[in-house]
DNA sequence: TGCCGTAAATGGTACGACCATAGCCTGGCA
DNA sequence: TGCCAGGCTATGGTCGTACCATTTACGGCA
């Protein structure tokens, strides 16, 4: 390797010298001269190559794998090594920002309605017959388990959530992909309370299986219909839930201000 | 103020310290123990009430100032201070994430355009008329813009990002707003392109002002007409973009592998 | 009263030392 | 000859001290 000569670094002369050197390592990787897996020099090297304290190295490689973009490793043949990033990556910053950001019920599921009629519609045009038949018979299995008394709501909400996940990924686009990902991610998908209630939970497994039917079938209007109604499901069982329960436990039910 | 005694924090024992550290703190701001505006003991201070080394402290901070939690100024009455999060930091991230990540320009097309059809089927039915009206005077202002000869496209991209961030707001949806931020942060939002050519400049300059003034009048098909032929420009723009000028600058537009 | 200089608090950096860990290498044992 | 154990070494993790740079506040002086 070139462990002896690395010409990536300079010294650093001005400024905050941890952000610096952050800054520079960060170029290095976009650029691709630093590709993932591969390993920087050690700390005690590069406080050598940039001609700074220990310390600012260390703080620098923080702040770099916060940003996710390396992994130290620790013992020999250990140190920084360049990681490839993730979308869990955003999906982790988003869900900190909106535990800070509360977001109105109503909104969540209308951006939520809006990315599922996309999804759907590219899914219809794009996916294997297969995939949507696979998908059907999963919808039909979150419908039989939730027929049950005592339905587990662990797997039932496991299910809910493969399901969205697979219908993202038919749809064929990976950004539409990433954004549910990062919703189911982030917030927990909200359907829990659906599932919760038993007046709702038979409707909306009902409902899902209704929407992959239509899918597999072709059928689109049909399908922007049932998801329609998921989301008329959805909105009725939150109000119902704001309403019955104040000491509700989802904490995004707090604030709704704008339901007429 | 608690500055004698703050039972916030307790000593490490086990872990990587100053995770342990960062959970601690990052836990007390989200629970609101920590609002924003406040400040945290001085790192001395902390290094006394974590009984760890002031080094480990630093490294918390700097991750904590990383996911955006925190800002540090020097100085007396310096220190670390709770900052309240924002959407940038999530844009910053994704942005970073879609550096390492190429997305085919393609992909990146439908995706903003279901956002755009989404965004402005709520913006008309609830943007009030002025603002639809400011909206389109903004738009023809951009048209006559383009219509110069040499344009500024500083200038008219600066306008552009306006419009759809205007547009976004106008939605009423904070969720969509965020998503168009971050679209325009975090890639520079691929329109600039079709500005740079000058056959395709002054017919999106056209299309957009014809899309505005759908909106102020209501007429809700014609809209997404219009944006329907939006991106089709666009993507008639890309795919000669793609062909004519193998170098071009945007880095995006390298692998497109599924223009049948 | 108003201005300026000094003191104090605090983050930023440097250096040195030591510990903990993980891979490796060597030597001894079966 | 083959395998296993124990030590060796590179490397990150932590600690402590000292000093520098910057910003605010306070008090003395004109």
Known sequence: MNSTVLPLFSPITFGRASEEIVLQ???????????????????????????????????????????????????????????????????????????????????????????????????????????????????RQLEALLAQDDPDLTVTGELDRELNLMLARMAGNPLLEWVMQALQMGLGSSDHALYEDPVFREKAAANWSDTAGAIARGELMQALGFIGHHYVLLRQCVRSRSQGSPETEIPFLADSSETP
Chains 1, 2 share one sequence.
Do not use: C, N, W
């Open 25 to 139: 390592v960060e170029a290095a990787i976009v650029d691709g001269r630093l590709a993932p897996g591969e390993r920087l020099p050690s700390e005690r090297e590069m406080q050598r190559q940039f001609g700074k304290g220990r310390g600012v190295i260390r703080e620098a490689i923080k702040t770099l794998v916060q940003k996710g973009l390396l992994e130290v490793r620790k013992g020999a043949k250990g140190g920084a090594y360049v990681r490839k990033l993730d979308v869990g990556k955003v999906s982790e910053s988003l869900a900190l920002f909106l535990k800070q950001e509360p977001v109105a019920p109503e909104h969540l599921i209308e951006f939520r309605e809006s990315i599922d009629r996309a999804i759907t519609q590219l899914a219809m045009t794009r996916a294997a017959q297969e995939d949507k038949d696979e998908l059907h018979a999963k919808a």
